[in-house]
């Protein structure tokens, strides 16, 4: 039998096979009516890292609609990125698959529109299929019966919006217009018979972290409380991480990131401040009046006064968080207004999973740094907190490793959706019913290849199981080796991966690390 007679076979019966196992769980279906297959509704934020989420403890702001998904969902506390950037991220999300499986190991790699993707497999089966936001794979979508997305990294303001008629320039914040074409859409722009999967991607709160206006008072007068590893002097460590351009203290540019005044002469502006006249030309008079209005007397009283060493430092911290914390504002903010669009439809949100995810992590402060990359913890992490009303236990955690090869499988699985596309990961439903497979992976694979590019990084491998984390700068000029105990050492400061107490932890873990590569088809280059 030809394998695409299989999955049309397959694909009627899925139906048939969700009703059983439906009648059998807490849900009974009427009996003539088999369950309507669920929507999904994914929303992806760009470098929200997890110690910015009420939900999972943050110490620096509040999110109260994330939070609220979380009590009424799954919070996964053990999620995590195979290869912490942009666009490596979402090619994974897409297809399931480690970075050199799908081709996107840089952000400059091209994404093959033509493999396998779970929304064109959703899409096939039926689904209507939306993608509004930011994309950042080079190419058109492929798999969406309708998208908006923002050329490249997309702009904060004003911005422009690809579309398959070309392109549109919509006034206002990206966040809140990214929502608005969310939400225009399942108002009114789907097929109300068919299930449908919306995929809502904000832009925020990626560098150059610039919020709406409503938003640009938020923080004014706190004081946001510093992590401990501000302060980092990356002793203890084998070299890379004290050998980077990542660094609250020297690299984040006067303007561009910290929104200092522009000088009368800029022509003498070099790297990324040399784009913020183009950026500020896009404001209108009104949102330039706001912004600059904003910053006015902050900006003043450093330039009466300028901080110097540590007080820099500090001021620097201060001046960053606040603006990224206000665009993570907006964008829960965003999550507020689609749970509320959900409540004004019950029957379409008790069918409904709503998944909050981002493509990777974030560093905020710890280490000294801001930006991702590494496979140290706060840009390992993603987000990732599910609603799935019936089926997933309100305010449950879980605590199994999972990675972002899963999502594509699990998406599958609950549209009933058969395919042989291989991937990498493996479906989280039973996770999301509270159950643990005997077979559930005890350690995941990380690969970071974008090596000497924006910020330095140097290339690593890694594997990292609940307790232990070893990684592999390959590069000739380091060729080390890092393993860390987060039992004892959460914050990564002290590698032991030449301590004699470790040697045998060191060899077993070693090993799993070409044992992953093999699964995944990884090799270290
Ligand atoms: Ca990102």
Known sequence: MPITTLRSILLLLAPLTLSIASASGSILPDDNKAPSRPNIIFIFADDHATQAIGAYGSVINETPHIDRLADEGVLFRNSFCGNSICAPSRATVLTGLHSASNGVLRNGNTFDGSQPTFPKRLNEAGYNTALI??????????????????????QYYNPDFRTPDGEVRIPGHVTELTTDLALEWLESGRDPEAPFLLMCQHKAPHRSWMPAPQDLGLFRDEN??????????????????????????????????????????????????????????????????????????????????????????????QRYLKNYLRCVAGVDRSVGRILAWLDEHPEIAANTMVVYSSDQGFYLG?????????????????????????????????????????????????????????????????????????????????????????????????????????MHFHEPEYDSWELYDLESDPLELNSVADDPAYADIRADLQLRLRELQAQYGETAD
Request: hydrophobic share 35%.
């Open 366 to 470: 710890e280490h000294g740094w801001y930006d991702k990359r590494w496979m140290y913890e706060e840009s390992l992490a993603m987000p990732l907190v599910v609603r799935w009303p019936g089926h997933a236990q309100a305010g449950s955690e879980v605590a199994s490793l999972v990675q972002n090869i899963d999502y594509a499988p699990t998406f599958l699985e609950i549209a009933g959706v058969i395919s042989e596309d291989p991937v990498h990961g493996q479906s989280l439903v039973p996770l999301l019913k509270g159950e643990k497979p005997a077979d559930w992976r005890d350690a995941i694979y990380y690969r970071y290849a974008e090596s000497r590019a924006t910020h330095r990084v140097a290339a690593h491998v890694g594997v990292r199981t609940d307790r232990y984390k070893l």
């Open 224 to 317: 946001i409380p510093e992590p401990p590893t501000l302060f980092d002097d990356y002793s203890g460590r084998s070299g890379p991480a004290g050998d980077q351009e990542m660094e609250i203290a020297r690299h984040l540019s006067d303007h561009y990131d910290l929104k200092l005044d522009l000088p009368q002469d800029t022509s003498s502006l070099k790297g990324p401040d040399s784009w913020v006249e183009g950026m500020r030309a896009r404001l209108s008079p009104e949102q330039l009046a706001a912004w600059d209005a904003a910053y006015a007397e902050e900006n003043a009283a450093f330039l009466a006064d300028p901080p110097t060493g540590d007080a820099l430092v500090r001021w620097k911290y």
């Open 133 to 154: 936001g930011k994309w950042h794979l080079a190419g058109d979508p492929t798999g969406f019966d309708h998208w908006r997305v923002l050329p490249g990294q997309g």
